[in-house]
């Protein structure tokens, strides 16, 4: 059966997953050559057969004869270091050279190449890259290594256990042979696949734990590398969109002879989401959208302001909302109490704004559909895609390109650009290539933030000061509701995904009460970096400091006092405030704080030290600290970081979408504030040793800085900031 | 017709001379390593040198361009941009790296003009440069280790 399926693999016939064997290791084919995806650059899926030779035992990686591993990343490389992670848990098992693996992105494939951590559906989120392949890619490489190890003892006449792997090379010492994984491939794609594979133990570790090079830095450096922006495809066309002004309105009516005349414009065309001006290039339908002239119905449009919305969740919170967490009895306590605090928390809208706008190049044809995406959500986008155009899932082909960024942008369950590309290619001559390219503006204004949150918190203190009972009510927009993900994640009526953070805080108070309002909005809104942990971590780590000034005690001191029972969680804490010197007394105007935050199951602590100044906050240096399970790259591991709490660092000091009548007041980064190089702190990072499995660094960082920077500025000033962005008086 | 010289190379382009260089270098003359990040100049991503000077090539219409030596991140073979190229991959700068073109343009004119910066130099020069992967730590650390590396080879020379 399996020698059938390596035979099959060499007459070029294309299988389906199907031939597993070890639980999560997953095995088929991927049929394209390697010549073609270099041709192509990363992430093209192709569907050319299998180049003669080269030996891919399974979905994960191929070895060519040219001694070339190619590991199939089933992830996005958005900048978090996911294709330097995926190829090191191959390398490491196959025991190849650093050197010899190249990575390319794997087509949308759920059969294959699905995210273990969510059921059917391949995609890239929740900081679960590493976690969920930890040993699915191991298992790829190690079966690899077995079969390359089979192969040589049968041409060495051999027992398989007399031959040694070691940086791409197998040898057996006594007789002094050896080949390298080059001259092995052909006969080991002959070999059985191994129903089951033995992995190292964590001592036997050659390169997880080490600070391995990207593998993206050397075409990052010189402009080579290729984003969805870049694709050039023959008789391509560029699109541009003329979106409505406020969200809910419709085109009522529109004049495109202008547009028409502008030199390059080939097409207008109206598309659900509003007029689309197909040109030769970028700046000609650019130039054309500008040129029209669309009237807009905006009978059913969203009209509020931000500040209405605000005023709405105060109304909204005096009401009781849907319980998340009741323990103890928190009324109870709380007319036990002597001595109360309450306080009310809020953030704003958020946009992603990642460095690349969002864009999409789109080829229909009578095979079907073929895309080229920085593509986080493959299966949704793909389902998306398949339904619009009443195709089967697999006749949407996805080229999963780098990602100019993405923060959870690119993940959305309404592929909404996406699904923008296609109406425009759909529309256009079968085999037309369309690239839409958003501008900044587009981008800016067209929707998915990271939701407007307001938190109402109130806590009582016995007459010995200990905390008796924390209330927290939570009020904003549910992103999951009306997507695919709300059956699984909103339970009970409460989409996990809004108080995460708060309802799962590890805090040692025996009655805690938090509840929920998921009002709707005609506001679109999606999951931001690090999701419900945005606003969750800030109100909870900012209230719990309040509480402990209450209680006259340290804001260190009172958290290990009710982490007790949480040695992750303290873990970092402790190493952190080692490190940043909690004790040593600051100069004038100056502070620190601390916050310590869970998300993903990787735990962080940051202590910030800030001065105030005439208003204005300056975070001078940062320490953190991070227990993510086995470091698999500590290099990656303090880049994310320091990236994610420079992400949560713009959020907490600048970034803020604010709704007037509907509109977007923010256009672009000179009214959209982001953080700049004058603004980011000194960082250090410490990373806590673990043998636990390794869990995702993408995000963890970034909720954490918030309450620590807003803490900072209490102990510099007296002055408590419950608003993101903080704004001293 | 406008006629420009690009990495040392001629180009001949039947545009409208008000469009923005970015454009003309990324869908004319095919070089997308230079990126479009805003359209106003507050972000750096499309940075690229005229005449040695870093400019934002999006708000630069190609006819500025015109008998000046434009050079791009494809082109940019100075001893200051090679030291910087080799300090970003040193020290693992990039992270989605799609402004990372428009840094090191900012970078490798930096040290051009100024070989041993300052803080405050680094600040006043790649301030312009956005990068929402907050990777400001090793760009700054990776400017100073170029200048360093290019004053020590410069030093060899000497000596």
Known sequence: MKNEWIANLSRRRFLAAGVASAAGL????????????????????????????????????????????????????????????????????LDAAWEQVEVVGAPADAGRYKNLFWGEAQGTGGSTAIANSWQQMRKAGAAARQMLVEAAAEQWQLKADEIEVQAGVLSHSASGRSANFGELAEAAARRPVPEDVLLKDPDEFRLIGKRLPRKDSPEKTDGSARFTIDVKL???????????????????????????????????????????????????????????????????????S????????????????????????????????????????????????????????????ASGCEIWNGEQMNTGDQMAVAGLLGLQPQQVRINMLYAGGSFGRRANPKADYVLEAVHIAKMMPPGTPVKLIWSREDDMRGGYYRPLYLHKLKAGLDGENRPLAWQQRIVGQSILAGTPFESVMVKDGVDQTSVEGAANMPYALKNIHIDLHSPQLQVPVLWWRSVGSTHTAFAVECFLDELAVAAEKDPVAFRRELLVDHPRHLGVLNLAVEKAGWDEPLGRNRGRGVAVHESFNSYVAQVAEVTVRRGVIYVDRVVIAVDC??????????????????????????????????????????????LRIDQMPEVEVYIVPSTEPPTGVGEPATPVIAPAVANAVYAATGQRLRQLPLRPA | ?????????????????????????????????????????????????????????????????????????????????????????????????????????????????????????????MQGNLCRCATYVRIRAAIKAAANKSAQVAGRKMG
């Open chain 1, 629 to 674: 399970g086995v470091p698999v790259n500590p290099d990656v591991i303090e880049a994310q970081m320091e990236g994610g709490m420079g992400y949560g660092l713009a959020a907490t000091l600048a970034s803020e979408l604010t709704f007037r009548e509907g509109r977007v007041l923010q256009s672009n980064f000179h009214d959209y504030q982001t």
């Open chain 1, 234 to 304: 023959l008789e391509m066309y560029t699109a541009v969109v003329a979106h409505p002004p406020r969200f809910g309105a419709k085109v009522r009516s529109f004049d495109d002879k202008a547009a028409r005349k502008v030199k390059g414009v080939k097409q207008v065309l109206q598309i659900p989401s509003g007029v689309a001006v197909v040109a030769d290039d970028f700046w000609s339908a650019k130039q054309g959208r500008d040129a029209l002239q669309v009237e807009w119905d905006e009978n059913e449009a969203f009209k509020q």
């Open chain 2, 1 to 125: 017709m406008i006629r420009l010289e690009v990495n040392g190379s001629n180009q001949v382009l039947d545009i409208d001379p008000g469009t923005p260089l970015l454009w003309a270098l990324r869908d004319h003359i095919g070089l997308t390593g230079t990126k479009f990040g805003c359209g106003i100049a507050q972000c750096g991503n499309c940075t690229v040198h005229l005449d040695g000077e870093p400019v934002r090539s999006c708000i630069t219409p190609v006819s500025e361009a015109i008998g000046r030596q434009v050079t791009t991140i494809e082109g940019l073979d100075s001893n200051a941009g090679k030291a910087v190229q080799a300090a970003w991959r040193e020290l693992e700068v990039v992270q989605c790296g799609y402004c990372q073109s428009g840094q090191i343009m900012s970078a490798a004119a930096l040290l051009e003009r100024k070989p041993s910066p300052t803080d405050a130099d680094i600040d006043a020069a």
């Open chain 1, 306 to 365: 931000s500040t209405e919305i605000l005023d709405d969740y105060r109304e909204l919170a005096k009401r009781p909302g849907t319980v998340a967490r009741n323990q103890g009895d928190s009324g109870a306590a709380m007319a036990a109490a002597k001595k109360f605090i309450e306080a009310e928390y809020s953030v704003p809208f958020l946009a992603h704004a990642p460095m690349e706008p969002m864009d999409c190049v789109v080829r229909i044809d």
């Open chain 1, 26 to 93: 997953t095995l088929g084919i991927m049929p394209v050559s390697r010549a073609e995806m270099r041709k192509s650059g990363p992430g093209f899926a192709g569907s050319a057969p299998l180049a003669d030779g080269s030996f891919q035992p399974n979905a994960f990686l191929r070895i060519g004869t040219d001694n070339q591993v190619t590991v199939i990343s089933k992830h996005l490389e958005m900048g978090q270091g996911t294709y330097t992670g995926m190829a090191t848990l191959v390398a490491e098992e």
